[in-house]
């Protein structure tokens, strides 16, 4: 007999409870617990993969390790985020926003997985659409090894993974998907766990590595994919601006690797393309110097880029002076207005200041406050910086310029991109020598230093 059950659930992180309440105990957020019905239909026979070997407990000495190589991609920059290929029987989220290219990513490398079967199950798209899309895509490699199945009910889906044994299985996406063992509507947060878990199940008895594709939108009000940040073994986070081409896929767990690492991709015409020079493309387009910009060397995980940065700083017109500032948190912008204001003297409180990050990409890394001071510094005096120079170093509140963090791995990307001085901390040149690299190293340790080094020589030689 089916016995009705209800929980509550919260829409934020995915707690459960019993009854409602207004502020969730374990996230604090008010008035997200939601009601969703849960009828278990006959006991379920264990979990339902179908495929299950009996468990039983071993001692940790007589587990053999039969380490099977990973699984290549296809793609150098998704095995490189994915700490070296797919792991076998791992569960792989892959989160994005909508329309961000996940279904793009997945169904090209499971087009692109030569000698292995994969399935790609849709609730999202139908077979047709699924097929229009492959037409796009331009994939050299015969597709004969790749199967599409349209279906959202995990337990048919399980039937005919039984059948057809796949080697990879792919899922777009998590929110369509509905178990039998509940009656909860698809996309909810009991379903979302329950088909997770059931895919987890799969995952670990048969070692078919899953992907799961799972929708985050903006303001990430859909929690679906954090509450699946544990079950799963990887999340890998695609993100990128709609309005340019360059997409980032970003490692925020990894069970079988390092978090650092970071896969760069362009979307084209016929599908993504992998980004292996990234540096190139982060350099805008120019011919002449203008003054604004600056380059800086950062690091984006374990990668160094070397990324423009532009500032444009004119008078105030409107009153209030704007300040705004694109890939780049403005509260440090501020920051970094405000001590050159303070130390260097420069009158910045009745200027519009505007800041951009060349390529649509959000940094982090400190080390991009040099070049950003530099390119301030540039436009207000409006000479241009020579488009060899880069910088790389993060700026304090005294106007000090501090050591950043694996100094040598940036240097040497410059140095490889042609790049013939680089701007640092005089406190990053300890156990480095000059004769080292063939970029000249300038060390600099307040930012006043900066002014003269940057600007002089080169009016004397005008
Ligand atoms: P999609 O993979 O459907 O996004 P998601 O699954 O994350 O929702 O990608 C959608 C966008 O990608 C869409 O706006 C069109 C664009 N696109 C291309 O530019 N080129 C292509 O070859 C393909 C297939 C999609
Ligand atoms: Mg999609």
Redo the contacts with the bound molecule.
């Keep these: 007999m089916a016995k009705l059950k209800s929980s509550f659930f919260c829409k934020n992180c995915g707690a459960q409870s019993a009854k409602w309440m207004g502020r969730c105990p374990s996230c604090g957020e008010w008035n997200t617990f939601e009601e969703e019905i849960l009828v278990r239909a006959d006991p379920p026979k264990g979990k339902s993969s179908g495929m299950g070997i009996p468990s039983s407990p071993k001692l940790i000495e007589d587990i053999s390790l039969t380490e099977l190589p990973r699984l290549k991609s296809g793609f150098r920059e998704l095995d490189g985020v994915l700490g070296g290929g797919i792991v076998r029987g791992s569960i792989i989220l892959l989160g ?1 926003e ?7 990513l997945l169904l090209q490398m499971a087009m692109a997985l030569s000698d292995t079967k994969v399935l790609y199950v849709s609730g999202e798209e139908s077979e047709s659409q699924l097929k229009m ?1 492959a037409e ?2 331009e994939i050299n490699t015969n597709t004969e090894h790749c199967y599409i199945l349209t279906e959202t009910n995990t337990q048919e889906i399980f039937q005919h993974i039984d059948q057809l044994r796949p080697d990879v299985i792919i899922i777009d996406s998590i929110q369509t998907l509905q178990s039998n063992l509940l009656d909860s509507a698809s996309g909810s947060i009991s379903q979302i766990k329950e088909c997770a878990a059931e895919f987890q199940h799969l995952a670990k008895t048969t070692a078919i590595p899953v992907f799961l ?1 799972g929708h985050i939108t903006k303001d990430g009000t859909l929690a679906g994919p954090k509450i699946l940040e544990h079950i799963v073994d990887t999340v890998l986070q695609f993100e990128g601006d709609q309005h340019y081409g360059y997409r980032i896929v970003r490692c925020t767990k990894n069970r079988f690797g390092s978090t650092s690492e970071l896969g760069i991709f362009e ?5 993504l393309r992998e980004v292996l020079n990234s540096s190139e493309i982060l350099l805008s387009q120019r011919d002449e110097d203008f003054s604004g910009n600056a380059i800086a060397a950062i690091l984006e995980g374990n990668r160094p880029l070397m990324i423009e940065t532009q500032a444009l700083v004119s008078s105030a017109v409107y009153g209030m002076p704007q300040r705004s500032a694109t890939g780049y948190d403005i509260r440090r912008m501020n920051m970094l207005l405000a001590v050159l204001e303070k130390r260097c003297r420069f009158k910045l409180g009745a200027k519009d200041v505007f800041i951009n990050i060349a390529g649509g990409i959000h940094v982090e890394d400190p080390a991009i406050n040099l070049s950003i001071v530099a390119a301030i510094l540039s436009s207000v005096t409006d000479i241009p910086i020579d488009a060899k120079t880069c910088f790389a170093g993060e700026m304090g509140l005294n106007g000090e310029i501090r050591a950043v963090t694996r100094i040598e791995q940036r240097i040497t990307e410059a140095d490889k991109l042609g790049f013939t001085r680089i701007f640092l901390s005089k406190y990053n040149m300890k156990g480095l020598k000059q004769n080292q690299f063939g970029i000249e190293l300038i060390p600099i340790g307040k930012i006043d230093e900066i002014f003269a080094l940057l600007f002089e020589p080169r009016e004397s030689k005008s």
């Design positions: 994005g909508p329309g961000i290219g996940k279904s793009t899309r796009r895509l594709i979307m084209t015409g016929n599908g």
